[in-house]
């Protein structure tokens, strides 16, 4: 057996850890925004979350990839219970979570698969920067497009996408 669920757990203690010890709970999955933002409902009741994957970054849903991204994740988590490790809040009111389907963590399997870039600045490949040069070199998803733009610098270049675009 790998050690996958060891590398999961070592992610869900860092997270908890730098989150102050924040207890990790499951819900399922309603609805898929794009490729990196869901909505999660609570298993112990209340309205849906919306929540923002930590430690990736998928295209804008009106560029190039977006709506794959997008399909992608919603054919992996939608209907499904996953667990949720929440760290904060982003500056829409989102909330910043790590995410494991069945003990494996989201983020990494859409950097794997191409659909989204480790979240890193400047020197730091950011947490799925290996997952990120593997699906480079296979040139998977996203990555088989050798013009295709990081989504901050697509916002920075291009603006927001226009609400209607995020429209399945």
Do not use: N
Not at 61 to 84: E, M, N, S, T
Not at 122 to 128: A, K, Q
């Amino acid at each position: 057996m790998s050690g996958k669920p060891v590398l999961v757990a070592a992610l869900w203690l860092a997270c908890a850890l730098q989150a102050g010890a924040v207890q990790p709970w499951q819900g399922t999955v309603t609805r898929v925004s794009d490729g990196d933002t869901l909505w999660v409902r609570p298993a112990a009741g209340g309205k849906p979350l919306k929540v923002r994957i930590d430690g990736m970054d998928a295209p804008e849903i009106c560029q190039d990839h977006g709506r794959a991204a997008r399909k992608a994740l919603a054919a992996r988590v939608l209907g499904r219970r996953l667990d949720v490790l929440a760290r904060g809040q982003d500056d829409y009111g989102r909330t910043i979570a790590a995410l494991a389907l069945d003990g494996e963590d989201v983020a990494g399997w859409m950097v794997s698969q191409g659909h989204a870039w480790s979240y890193g600045f400047g020197r730091d490949g950011g947490p799925y920067a290996r997952q990120q040069a593997q699906a480079r070199a296979a040139a998977r998803g996203l990555f088989a497009d050798r013009s295709a733009l990081a989504p901050r610098l697509f916002r920075k270049r291009h603006g927001p996408c226009d609400p209607a675009a995020a429209r399945p």
